[in-house]
Each structure stands twice: as C-alpha cells, then as structure tokens.
C-alpha cells in the first residue's frame, strides 16, 4: 500500500512492539544486548552501532524522504560533519553563499584544515556553479530555502549538473521539511535535516538526519556513524518518532500563519525587505512553487531604517516570539542572524549576501496568528 504523507508520518517503517504490542516504539534504553553465541544475536549488538528506537525513527525518516537509508546523529553539524567524511584531503565542494552560519563554520573552520576546498556561490542561478566545477570536484552542497535569506535554489537542475560531472548532490532540507519538498525525488543524493528543527518540532530535542537511496553511500554513512559515534540517543529518537507524527498538521499552521505574518510586515512602514519564497516577486518565485508544495513558515525582514538598535529593540519588544536560536518548534522565535546563527561569518561576507544589521529572522509557530500579529504590530510602533 502507498501511503500518503500524513500517513506515512503516523505508521511509515513503524511497526507495533512484537514482545509486547506496545503501538510506541519501546525506548530501548540499553548499551548493549546479550547474544546468544558469538555473532549471534538479533540484529542488536551495541547501541553505537545499531539501536531499535533509533532504527525505528531512521526507518520512518527515510520514507518520509521517499529514501530508502535513513541514519540518525546526535545534531545537524553531526551529521554534516559524516557528510564530510566522505571525502580526501584536495576534494573540492561548492556551496551556496548564503547558508546557515555553523554549516559555514564547519566547512571553513574544521574540513579546510584537513585539506578540502570549498566554493561559495550564488545559486539563484544554478549554471554558476559550472563556473566552478573542475578534476578535484566532489560535491554540490544546497540549502533550499537558504537561511536566512529564503532564496530558492532550483534541485533538478543543480541535480543535472551533479550528473553531468560525476559528482554528489546534498541538499539541507531543514526548512521546507519532507512535507513541502522531496530533493531525493528531484535528483539530490543525499537529504540532510537538523531534526532538532520541524521534524521533533517541540524545542525539546538536538538531533540531525541523513537520508539516500545508494547503497553504496548509505555503507559508507552507516560505517562513519558507528566509527565516530555521533549518535542520537533512545530517549530523543523516542521523542522525533512522537514528534513526527503530527508533522503534516503542524508544517499546514506553520504554512498559514507564515503566509499571513509575511503579508503584515510587507505592508507595514516601517518594514524595508520582507524574505519569503510565496510572494511573487521573490527570487525563484516560480521554482518554488514548482518544487515545493507550500512555503513553509520562515522568513525574514529588514527595517526601513537599517540601525543595529532598532533591531535590537524591536526583538527585545516582542513578547510571543520569543528571542532565541534555532527554530521550526510550535511556539514562535525570533532572531538576529548578523550576531546570532551567522555571526561565524565574517561581516563583509554577510553584508555581501545581504545580512544586513536590521534583519530579523522569524519561526513562524502555530499560535493564534492574530496574536502573532499584533506582538509584531506593537514592536514595530514602539519603534523611533
């Protein structure tokens, strides 16, 4: 039976406890599993390699994914970090330049030193990236929509790039979640999440997903994760699993409640630039609407006057978004990306790429949207 995706979310790689019936898959919370001779034991030797909680929420990611390898890490820079693994010391990764600041980080900061290379480009248009692609070439990194400018980045054709060349494809599928948008199905390798985000989707959680369909690589994901251990534990792949099973009815509310924040702040005064992929006369407009189903609920705006203190005030005036890292749980936040997700990025590369001082990034949450509104509506008054 083909299952849709609300479906999935409840019963997807899911099945009832077979000791005990239990409809919850048990938390396994346990090092190790006694065998009954020497390897010979029920596909459980030791919880770094393989745990039935984690494996139940690695199954049910995976299908989300429309994937047929899912693997599960103790954060999202955990599991960019096996991504990287992947690679030798002179391979070379193109990168959008307007990407999450720790993916940054990490590329910049840890894998540089171990002798790979990495380009940042533009991909609005995606034949940039050919500009780029040479011997040493390993991958195409993508975030879709990027954080925090929301800029779209087209999947089948920087899919068609990657195969032109032999090379991967990864794609950061953390804010438009499996409920709007499916890279595997658009040709990407390689689906990576930080579950922390809409997957576990209650602010309770750090975790990081990776999702493919070649055997080959998910060898390789699966041999990395058990040989640097950067596993996720029972307890929150319990909680993902509960968290996953009302993702299609959160990510609609977060998709209603961020259309309409969009719209307020756009026809507001004191509102300058207003980033969100469902407005018409955003960037890639027409490619997400074609590779995503709806537009999710982030976004981010910037204020008439471009002041660091009226930023700061404004955040500071909010009383239901709550000011604070990370995003994609039911309740709102908010956030300066110029000191706060991407202040490991050097000034004048942020202001290149248009993370300015007076930009606010907003998680949409599933509150009442009138509510939502009117915190916006009165910090924006209070304003000079």
Request: glycine share 8%; net charge negative; hydrophobic share 40%.
């Amino acid at each position: 039976m083909k299952m849709k995706f609300g479906t999935k979310a409840i019963h997807g790689g899911l099945e009832p406890d077979s000791a005990t019936g239990a409809i919850m898959t048990p938390i396994y919370q346990t090092s190790t599993f006694v065998q009954n001779g020497v390897g010979n034991h029920k596909g459980y030797a030791y919880s770094r390699t393989q745990n039935p909680t984690r494996h139940a929420l690695e199954e049910n990611i995976a299908q989300l994914e429309n994937g047929k390898f899912g693997a599960c890490f103790g954060s999202g820079m955990a599991a960019i970090d096996c991504v990287l693994k992947l690679f030798n010391p002179g391979d070379e990764i193109i990168s959008t330049n307007d990407l999450y600041g720790g993916t940054y980080r990490i590329f910049k900061t840890i894998f540089e030193k171990y002798g790979l290379k990495f380009h940042f480009v533009g991909m609005e248009n995606a034949l940039e990236i050919e500009t780029y692609i040479n011997a040493n070439t390993k991958m195409i990194w993508v975030e879709t929509p990027t954080n925090p400018l929301l800029n779209i980045i087209d999947i089948t054709a920087c899919a068609e790039i990657a195969q032109q060349n032999n090379i991967l494809l990864a794609v950061d599928n953390t804010f438009a979640t499996p409920f709007l948008q499916n890279p595997l199905d658009l040709g990407a390798d390689i689906v990576m999440h930080s579950v922390t985000k809409y997957l576990g989707g209650h602010s309770d959680v750090v975790m990081g997903a990776l999702v493919c369909n070649d055997e080959n690589i998910a060898k390789e994901i699966y041999r990395i994760q058990n040989s640097s251990g950067a596993i996720t534990s029972p307890m929150d792949a319990f909680l993902v699993l509960r968290g996953i099973k009302t993702l299609h009815v959160r990510m609609q509310r977060h998709c209603e409640n961020g259309k309409q924040v969009a719209e307020f702040l756009k026809s507001h005064p004191k509102v300058d630039k207003v980033y969100w992929p469902g407005f018409e006369d955003h960037p890639n407009h027409q490619i997400a609407k074609t590779q995503m189903r709806d537009y999710g609920g982030m976004l981010s705006f910037t204020l008439k006057e471009n002041r660091l203190e009226d930023a700061h005030q404004m955040l500071e005036n909010m009383h239901i978004f709550a000011l604070a890292e990370s995003l994609g749980g039911v309740e709102s936040l908010s956030g300066h990306p110029a000191t706060m997700t991407h202040g490991a990025i050097p000034k004048e590369e942020r202001e290149k790429i248009g993370i300015v001082d007076s930009m606010i990034r907003l998680s949409v949450g599933i509150e009442d949207v009138t509510d939502l509104i009117e915190d916006l509506e009165n910090a924006l008054n209070k304003l000079n």
